[in-house]
T-cell receptor, first 116, second 114 residues
Framework: DTAVSQTPKYLVTQMGNDKSIKCEQN?????MYWYKQDSKKFLKIMFSYNNKELIINETVPNRFSPKSPDKAHLNLHINSLELGDSAVYFC???????????????FGPGTRLLVL | AQKITQTQPGMFVQEKEAVTLDCTYD???????LFWYKQPSSGEMIFLIYQGSYDEQNATEGRYSLNFQKARKSANLVISASQLGDSAMYFCAMREGRDDKIIFGKGTRLHILP
């Protein structure tokens, strides 16, 4: 009965490879997000989708491409992986409310990506 | 300029003592929300508490309370009767009413000593 789930939990891969991380939420939320947490624990938003529509696209290399097949899923595909892509990637979701600032985001367990 | 400032990179506190984790924020919006998240060593991000800019009362959730001082733009997290399991990174975050994203602070690493 996990609310926000991500797979895989760990991902170790070689530089230059293409990889995907999957995210699913069973909370019935309308909005999903991808965050990157670097080695200094700084958490920064990458993308957000609302009902399969891209809302936020921060300054992220275009090697990163999110895909939302439906509002319960938001996958992250990364092409030509680089050493600097090593980080923890978090998926999150929130429910659109009357007041946007009240929308609490609930996070998945994170995917630890290591690029060798 | 940083929108969320957490000035304590690390703290050591004796078990059972109360802990205050500092957070100041910067916004010109009238409508905003403030959040605290806990990240234990296992890595997950756990939502703890929320405070809205229009809320007159300070938010409380069990042992967690938020000391919201709007004029000073501070939203400190208070943990009462700390436990060993409270050892973790704590992140303060803000969402402005006109924006879709949450901005996180750099976090405070809390160590509870037995």
């Amino acid at each position: 009965d996990t609310a926000v789930s991500q797979t895989p939990k760990y991902l170790v891969t070689q530089m230059g490879n293409d990889k995907s991380i999957k995210c699913e939420q069973n909370l019935g939320h309308d909005t999903m997000y991808w965050y990157k947490q670097d080695s200094k624990k700084f958490l920064k938003i990458m993308f957000s989708y609302n009902n399969k529509e891209l809302i936020i696209n921060e300054t992220v290399p275009n090697r990163f491409s999110p895909k939302s097949p439906d509002k319960a899923h938001l996958n992250l595909h990364i092409n030509s992986l680089e050493l600097g892509d090593s980080a923890v990637y978090f998926c999150a979701s929130s429910q659109v409310g009357i007041r946007r600032e009240q929308e609490t985001q609930y996070f998945g367990p994170g995917t630890r990506l290591l690029v060798l | 300029a940083q929108k969320i400032t957490q000035t304590q990179p690390g703290m050591f506190v004796q078990e059972k003592e109360a802990v205050t984790l500092d957070c100041t924020y910067d916004t010109s919006d009238q409508s905003y929300g403030l959040f605290w998240y806990k990240q234990p060593s296992s890595g997950e991000m756990i939502f703890l508490i929320y405070q809205g800019s229009y809320d007159e009362q300070n938010a409380t959730e069990g042992r967690y309370s938020l000391n919201f001082q709007k004029a000073r733009k501070s939203a400190n997290l208070v943990i009462s009767a700390s436990q060993l399991g409270d050892s973790a990174m704590y992140f303060c975050a803000m969402r402005e009413g006109r924006d879709d994203k949450i901005i996180f602070g750099k976090g405070t690493r809390l160590h509870i000593l037995p």
